[in-house]
């Protein structure tokens, strides 16, 4: 079973009310392979709402206590990040799920890379707090150009 950003399967819970629509991970989907989710709902954030980064920092930072997350607005929403990252976490574990595929560059699922907290569009090499979590615990993150096609990963 594979835990995949529901906005990857055009579901409308992007932080501007849109999606970022995969069809090759609809796809899994319809074939029951996929559990999907929004972390940032999950943590009690509505959609649409304002966009969030870590403030200089990492996702693990955020699960540390040692960084947070602010909106555009200058909003601390870092415990609704933290709640998003262990109802994912719960989630994927209820499922037994191995394989997680997430939105690059979110705040939340970020894997690798993640915008660096000044809202200037620059990336830095870190994980979003869920995705960090999820690591943490042993399940294996990807990001969906890092998934090849149905069925086949990159290592």
């Keep these: 079973m594979k835990l995949v950003s529901a906005c990857l399967c055009g579901v ?5 009310g849109k999606n970022n629509l995969k069809l090759n991970l609809v796809e899994l989907m319809q074939e ?14 509505p959609t649409p709402r304002l966009p969030a980064e870590i403030n200089a920092g990492s996702g693990q930072d955020v699960l540390a206590g040692t960084c947070k997350v602010f909106n555009k607005s200058g909003v601390d929403v870092t415990d609704m990040y933290v709640k998003a ?5 719960k989630i ?3 499922a037994g799920v191995d394989i997680a595929i997430l939105k690059s560059r979110s705040p939340s699922c970020g894997s690798g890379y993640i915008y660096d907290g000044s809202f200037s569009n620059k990336l830095c090499q ?4 869920t995705a960090a ?3 943490k ?13 149905k069925g086949e990963y990159q290592d």
């Design 32 to 45: 029951g392979d996929v559990i999907p989710v929004c972390p940032e709902q999950l943590g009690g954030l």
């Design 92 to 94: 994927a574990q209820l």
């Design 137 to 149: 615990n042993g399940i294996r993150v990807m990001d969906e150009d890092e998934y090849k096609e």
């Design 85 to 89: 990252a262990y109802e994912t976490l």
């Design 12 to 16: 409308n819970c992007k932080y501007n």
């Design 133 to 135: 979590l999820l690591k």
């Design 126 to 129: 870190a994980d979003g707090v």
